[in-house]
């Protein structure tokens, strides 16, 4: 059983810099295909990247593009979120996921959820 545990999360103000950090558990790291979403308050989860098993392919949905960086070290079994220039939109629990196939945008592709960590903008 795989377990994925997020940190890094906290307040920041608008056009700061955050790194998220998620440590993987319990299976092969390498294995699995990664990702990141995020959930504002009385919105629904939402793809944010993807990185693939070598870390070759990074995926990022259009509003971060430029400003967040995914990758991955397969050695500490530990996949990142580097977030630059940050927006108040940008506001939410920002969630580590992990499957075995492939770099999906929907979340019922992935198999393995962390617990979450909170990230706030002030403007």
């Known amino acids: 059983q795989v377990q994925l545990v997020e940190s890094g999360g906290g307040l920041v103000q608008a056009g700061g810099s955050l790194r998220l950090s998620c440590a993987s558990s319990?299976?092969?790291?390498?294995?699995?295909?990664m990702g990141w979403f995020r959930q504002a308050p009385g919105k629904d989860r939402e793809f944010v990247a993807a990185?693939?098993?070598?870390?070759?392919?990074?995926d990022y949905t259009d509003s971060v593009k430029g400003r967040f960086t995914i990758s991955r070290d397969n050695a500490k079994n530990t996949v990142y979120l580097q977030m630059n220039t940050l927006k108040p939109e940008d506001t939410a629990v920002y969630y580590c996921a992990a499957n075995r196939r492939s770099t999906y945008v929907s979340s019922s592709g992935y198999d393995y959820w962390g617990q979450g960590t909170q990230v706030t903008v002030s403007s």
């Open positions: 990185i693939s098993r070598s870390g070759s392919s990074p």
């Open positions: 319990g299976g092969t790291f390498s294995n699995y295909v």
